[in-house]
Structure formats: C-alpha cells, structure tokens
C-alpha cells in the first residue's frame, strides 16, 4: 500500500493510478470501516486538499472531481466499504 496525504491526514491507497496530462490527477482506493467512516467523510467534505504521495514525490492542490463508494451505509460494526475518489489539480496554489 502507499501513503497519502490530504490535507495532512495521511490514508493507506488500496490501489491508485497517477496522470499528468492535461492537469496532474491522481485516482485512488480506499477501505473505509465502519470506524473509520465519519472522519473519512469529515475530510472528504474540505473538497480541496493539498495532496502528497511521497513515495512518488508528487504534491499539488486538487479538488474532488470523482468520487463513489461500493456500500453507503457503514453504520453497522465490522462493515467496509471501497471508495474510489479522483482529485484533479486546481489552478490554486497551497496558500491560496
């Protein structure tokens, strides 16, 4: 697994794929448990990160631009679903 970070809350990628035309976007996997859910979805809610995988020395700032999940209710103990999430970079730099 590689690391990533969101706006410095660092997730474990179950799979991921990186592009860089016409604008960097990386497209990756999630695991989310049932207790891990609300702070994943608290995070998620920002939209706009500052985005780093230093494993492939890649950082930019992005915006959600897709975004599923293979189950929606993760109330019940013991349950994960996957998330796939696309982050597209912004033309905004990291202190705008």
Same mark, same amino acid.
């Given at each position: 697994?590689? $690391?990533? %970070?969101? !706006?410095?809350?660092?997730?474990?990628?179950?799979?991921?794929?990186?592009?860089? /035309?016409?604008? %960097?976007?990386?497209?990756?996997?999630? !695991? @989310?448990?049932?207790? $891990? +859910?609300? #702070?994943?979805?608290?995070?998620? +809610?920002?939209?706009?990160? =500052? @985005?780093?995988?230093?494993?492939? !020395?890649?950082?930019? %700032? &992005?915006?959600?631009?897709?975004? *599923?999940?293979?189950? $929606? =209710?993760? +109330?019940? *103990? &013991? *349950?994960?679903?996957?998330?796939?999430?696309?982050?597209? /970079?912004? #033309?905004? =730099?990291? #202190?705008?």
């Amino acid at each position: 697994m590689k $690391t990533l %970070r969101l !706006n410095d809350v660092t997730l474990e990628m179950d799979a991921y794929k990186v592009e860089s /035309e016409p604008k %960097r976007k990386i497209a990756f996997t999630l !695991n @989310v448990t049932s207790e $891990t +859910y609300h #702070d994943i979805a608290v995070l998620l +809610y920002d939209k706009t990160f =500052n @985005v780093e995988v230093p494993d492939e !020395n890649l950082a930019f %700032r &992005g915006e959600i631009t897709n975004y *599923s999940t293979s189950m $929606t =209710n993760l +109330y019940e *103990s &013991g *349950s994960v679903s996957e998330f796939h999430i696309e982050i597209t /970079e912004t #033309d905004q =730099n990291a #202190d705008s």
